[in-house]
């Protein structure tokens, strides 16, 4: 009888150890979503391929797309942002009839859950309206603005983003400005940081009254770009007028034309960077793709200070568990 005793004790123990060592090992990975854009030699864009056609990379290890789809059937979340800003008074009509053309076009088309969150900003930022698809109320705001003060670019994208993050399907920011930052207390690093929790695709249009270089913001241009490429949007630099309609009937065209694939990460080697580094490929020849350079995941801290790992910013987990 003891010695029974003794094996179920023996055994009990190890099935502690055992459950114990894994819930240590357990990785409950987050699915990632990439926005992605493929388009030819020729700068067309490319909307017939299929999943088979796509390769994701996470740190450079090839991973199994879970989730593909054509965009278009996919909600959108769009939030616009304006720069009113001192430096826009003169462009800012040319800005917000534009701005109403976009919207119109966006809303008579894709998905009727499409919604718009509108923002104005110069040295503060602005909520004017929460997601709607209201054209006229965005249209009344739009047509009232005026120009005064510096501008928060790197702010405005910080609590798009922050509000972005909450809500389902695709998400974009489109934001719409003369040049670079003057006034935010954010930095770019942190805006651009926000924007890639959020999974949102950033889409600057610079309005530029000047077309000569010397006369321009240009390192704030180039922080755009930046932004852009990091979150696999694209920077257009319109002049006010047919220039800036293209642009904004561009930005609608790609919406309309985009795939979304979606992966568990699987495999990946932990570093202390929580920045995973995404590469994603199109394996036709003569085409190219626009996706989001990385996203914020599992690192080596995790794994040792959690049972689990949905590892994906563990405070904002927190923060929306709260709300």
């Not at 960077?273 to 995790?302: C, I, M, Q, W």
Request: charged share 25%.
């Amino acid at each position: 009888m003891c010695h029974s005793w003794a094996k179920l004790a023996l055994g009990v123990l190890c099935a502690a150890a055992f459950a114990q060592q894994s819930s240590v090992i357990k990785v409950d990975v987050k699915l990632v979503h990439v926005i992605a854009t493929v388009k030819n030699n020729s700068g067309d864009l490319v909307g017939n391929l299929g999943k088979a056609d796509f390769q994701v990379f996470d740190r450079g290890i090839p991973q199994e797309i879970a989730v593909f789809d054509r965009t278009t059937e996919q909600p959108l979340s769009v939030a616009l942002l304006i720069d009113n800003s001192g430096s826009t008074a003169i462009e800012l009509k040319y800005e917000a009839e534009s701005a109403n053309k976009f919207l119109k076009a966006l809303f008579n088309s894709g998905n009727s859950n499409d919604a718009v969150q509108l923002y104005t900003f110069n040295d503060e930022v602005r909520l004017e309206r929460r997601w709607t698809r209201n054209y006229q109320s965005l249209e009344k705001i739009l047509k009232a603005m005026k120009g005064d003060a510096g501008s928060s670019i790197y702010d405005a994208i910080h609590y798009a983003s922050q509000e972005l993050e909450l809500r389902e399907g695709r998400k974009v920011i489109v934001i719409v400005t003369d040049g670079g930052d003057t006034t935010s207390a954010t930095s770019l690093h942190k805006a651009l940081f926000e924007a890639q929790l959020a999974d949102a695709v950033i889409y600057p249009v610079v309005v530029m009254p000047i077309t000569n270089p010397a006369g321009r913001n240009t390192g704030g241009e180039h922080s755009l770009i930046f932004m852009a490429e990091g979150t696999g949007g694209r920077t257009f630099f319109p002049t006010v007028g047919v220039e800036l309609d293209r642009a904004f009937a561009d930005i609608i065209t790609e919406l309309r034309t985009q795939y979304l694939l979606g992966f568990y990460p699987r495999d990946v080697p932990l570093t202390k960077d929580p920045f995973h580094a995404l590469t994603v490929k199109v394996k036709p020849p003569g085409l190219r793709v626009s996706a989001r350079n990385g996203y914020y995941g599992d690192s080596e801290s995790d794994a040792r200070s959690q049972a689990g790992g949905d590892s994906v910013a563990p405070e904002r987990k927190k923060k929306r568990q709260d709300q």
